[in-house]
């Protein structure tokens, strides 16, 4: 038995048949609710079970729902609900010592930028640990508050001027090394200039002259090199 078509109820046989919205459609048939405009598969749009064209397509708007005094009963008793619900969750978190509290933008956002300002201070902190390292031993620096070298600038100085006095030990004024032609190093001292020799702790150091003051000549006997180190560097052997 053939089915009815969805606008004139006549029946569809199979050659005319469109089948679309849960019914059957003659070809003629299936036209738009308003303008009767030739409706095809691909062209129409429905609504309620009805074919429309793009121009005549129902629009759909919101209603506006006044705050009866209904409404506003049922508002009242929700918030009502929600601040007991509240309660509730505070109670039984109340002993837990936490409370979830959600990500939100602005907390990812202070998150963010609290990690940045650690990641400053750790890397402020890594470089004055850096500075602290690469100084000279405690000994020594107690010993240039109580005995300033003859040029401060022994640092900043061109290379081919006059070498300034090295740093006085702890012990007193820098050591006159007449005596003795075998030290050893007491402490770390990396070569600031291509004339002077790098030292390690414990470093033998042979055939030491005195160059002037604070600076002595000698060879690193596990290095091979020969050139000139402070001496409040080494001592006798």
């Known amino acids: ?20 919205l ?3 459609w003659h070809k003629g048939c299936f036209s738009c609710e308003v303008c009767k405009m030739a409706l095809s598969m691909n062209n129409y749009k429905g609504f309620e079970k009805k074919p429309y064209c793009s ?7 919101f209603t506006i729902v006044t705050d009866t005094p209904e409404n506003l009963r049922l508002k009242q008793q929700s918030m009502l609900n929600s601040q ?5 969750d505070f109670e039984k978190n109340k002993g837990k010592g936490f409370s979830v509290v959600t990500d939100t933008p602005e907390l990812q956002r202070l998150k963010k930028t609290q990690d940045q300002i650690s990641n400053i201070k750790y890397h402020e902190e890594f470089e004055k640990s850096k500075v602290r390292s690469d100084a000279p031993p405690p000994e020594n620096r107690q010993g240039e508050s109580l005995q300033q070298p003859s040029n401060p600038g022994r640092f900043s100085q061109p290379a081919g001027q006059v070498r300034p006095a090295a740093v006085a030990p702890p012990g007193g004024g820098v050591r006159l090394l007449h005596m003795h032609k075998r030290y050893q190093a007491m402490y770390s001292y990396v070569a600031a200039e291509a004339d ?10 042979l055939d030491v002259e005195p160059i002037d003051e604070g600076w002595v000549f000698g060879c ?7 050139g ?3 001496a409040n560097y080494v001592r006798p052997v």
């Open 22 to 24: 849960d019914k059957y």
């Open 228 to 230: 000139m180190l402070p």
């Open 55 to 61: 121009m005549h397509y129902p629009k759909t708007s």
């Open 220 to 226: 690193n006997q596990r290095t091979g090199q020969r």
């Open 1 to 20: 038995m053939n089915p009815p078509c969805g606008r004139c109820n006549k029946p569809v046989y199979p050659t005319e048949k469109i089948n679309c």
């Open 84 to 88: 007991a619900l509240y309660k509730e």
């Open 196 to 205: 002077e020799v790098s030292l390690q702790e414990g470093d033998l150091i």
